[in-house]
């Protein structure tokens, strides 16, 4: 139960930390998440070119629903986008595997190679959590 309320960074192995963990990023990185006016977030962590293509609601529980969603992007400037530069897209596990089996079947060379679905350390820690919740909600209820 101790281990539920540490980070990934907290619980990987020494040699990860070394080799991958910078202490000063990853105390920039939370503040990432502080989103109060007196924040001093780092420009990079800005969304200054992010552009909101649509808004549309999608229950995204298949993968008919996430191919739905990107034909819908598609049809925006992304396509003209994704010829000359790569899209990573992090996501949780049932998006990821939908993300991936419709750039697998796709007939488009452009979405297998520009699309690229992602399953980062974060996504496997909240995960990781949800299902141990899910397992022992009885004792989680009792709490």
């Keep these: 139960m101790p281990i539920l309320g540490q980070t990934f960074v ?15 990023e990853e105390s920039k990185r939370l503040v990432v998440h502080d989103y109060h ?14 552009r909101l293509l649509d808004i549309f609601q999608q229950k995204l529980k298949s993968k008919s629903d996430f191919q739905i969603t990107l034909n819908k992007a598609l049809l925006t400037t992304l396509a003209r986008y994704l010829k000359e ?8 596990w049932p998006a990821q ?5 419709i750039a697998y079947s796709s007939n488009s060379e452009t979405i297998k190679q520009a699309l690229v679905p992602l ?3 974060l996504h496997g820690q909240l995960n990781g959590r949800e299902i141990i919740v899910q397992k022992y909600i009885c004792f989680f209820r009792s709490l």
């Design 85 to 92: 530069f790569v899209v990573l897209q992090p996501r949780d």
């Design 97 to 101: 595997f939908y993300a991936r089996q």
């Design 119 to 121: 399953f980062g350390p």
């Design 37 to 50: 006016e007196t924040a001093n977030k780092p420009e990079v962590r800005e969304m200054k070119n992010v």
């Design 10 to 24: 907290q619980t990987a192995p020494q040699w990860v930390k070394k080799g991958f963990f910078d202490p000063e």
